[in-house]
């Protein structure tokens, strides 16, 4: 089963706000990847992190693998309409194993 | 570039059948896997596929059986269909051991 938890499970935010979500885990992850799932559609990869501490943009959005290494952030910044989906936390649970494990994910939702 | 894609988007089966889903991957990667993502969770892992040999398997039975062609290309087979096999298969595509995995749009399964 799950043993990535994301929090919050969902968010109801108005446009141009910033989104923060972390995802936690018991086990020490040594790599952390955020995806973004529309419905009806398969997860595309947003970031990548491979060291603990390290922090990461992609244009509006930043992730940080925290230093316990059992957890990862992610922040969106000025929220757009586009923003809209599921943001699941992967990683692989053992180190040098391939197999992704995903999280719980976060479901984001804008108020007009 | 020719990212992931998946034949059939949509499929309905009848229970006991059997159903073949495929996949070409991401243009220079040699790495599939295939997951299962049931409505409302993340996906899960079934199995990979590296040099046409099942590299790593997932907690699921052998009702599940899949191949990589010569040219990457992969197939997942379910045998014996059950209601609960209903779900999005994605299939993703990845370089060697590199963890960061790219989906294709998923094939949605019916099972009635």
């Known amino acids: 089963g799950q043993q990535l938890n994301q929090s919050p499970q969902s968010m109801f935010i108005q446009e141009g706000e910033d989104v923060s979500m972390n995802c936690t885990s018991s086990s020490i992850f040594n790599t952390w990847l955020w995806y973004k799932q529309d419905p009806g559609e398969g997860p595309v990869l947003l970031i990548a992190?491979?060291?603990?501490?390290e922090l990461t943009s992609n244009g509006r959005l930043t992730a940080q693998f925290g230093i316990t290494r059992k957890d990862s952030f992610l922040n969106i910044s000025a929220s757009i309409p586009s923003d809209v989906g599921i943001y699941f936390c992967a990683g692989p649970l053992r180190f040098g194993n391939e197999k992704l494990t995903f999280g719980t994910g976060t479901r984001l939702t804008i108020i007009p | 570039d020719a990212g992931v894609t998946q034949s059939p988007t949509h499929l309905i089966k009848t229970r006991g059948q059997q159903v073949t889903l495929r996949c070409s991957p991401k243009s220079g990667h040699d790495t599939v896997s295939w997951y299962q993502q049931a409505l409302g969770q993340g996906p899960q892992f079934i199995f990979q596929y590296y040099e046409e040999e099942e590299r790593q398997r997932g907690n699921f039975p052998d009702r599940f059986s899949g191949h990589q062609f010569p040219n990457y290309s992969s197939e997942l087979n379910v045998n014996a269909l059950l209601l609960g096999d209903s779900a999005l298969y994605l299939c993703?595509?990845?370089?060697?051991?590199?963890?960061?995995?790219?989906f294709g749009q998923g094939t949605r399964l019916t099972v009635v």
């Open positions: 992190l491979y060291k603990a501490g």
């Open positions: 993703a595509s990845s370089l060697g051991t590199d963890l960061r995995a790219f």
